[in-house]
């Protein structure tokens, strides 16, 4: 843990996923502060225009409750589970942080990446998650193993 193992990815999946958590937490205090704004407008708007032009609240609503589930996520999993890990170039932790589905053994890694990219409204905050993580999963100083023993 924390020793160079000689893999030619090792700084720049280190260096990535140490940042991972922070861009995560950037993502939802963006969506948190642009979508507080939105809704502010959209009420604004709503109170002087008749009720066929009136714009619906629900969307800049969800997007705030999604950015405080980002800012949760980023401080209580991707934080501790990957980016201290990364830090700390302990690859065999993330090697063996998986949720088993059956025979599969799904690394959480890619699952929380890819669900940062798509509920994080602006799509770019699991970069940081997922690229690390293919570097590893396909390309580390060991060969992951894909399927339960």
């Given amino acids: 843990m924390g020793e160079s193992t000689g893999w030619k990815h090792e700084s720049l999946a280190s260096g990535m996923g140490k940042w991972a958590w ?21 009420i604004a708007w709503n109170a002087t225009m008749p009720s066929y032009l009136r714009r619906p609240l629900f969307f800049p609503v969800w ?37 088993n589905l059956g025979k599969l053994r799904m690394p959480w890694m890619l699952v929380w990446g890819v669900i940062i990219t798509i509920f994080g409204m602006w799509g770019w905050a699991g970069i940081l998650i997922l690229v690390p993580a293919f570097l590893l999963l396909f390309a580390g100083p060991k060969k992951y193993n894909w399927k339960k023993e």
């Fill in 22 to 42: 922070i861009v995560v937490l950037i993502n939802g205090i963006i969506d948190v502060s642009y979508y507080t704004w939105v809704l502010f407008v959209n």
């Fill in 63 to 99: 997007s705030m409750i999604w950015g405080v589930v980002i800012i949760i996520i980023a401080v209580a999993i991707i934080k501790p589970k990957f980016s201290n890990k990364c830090a700390a170039k302990d690859w065999d932790a993330l090697y063996d942080w998986v949720l």
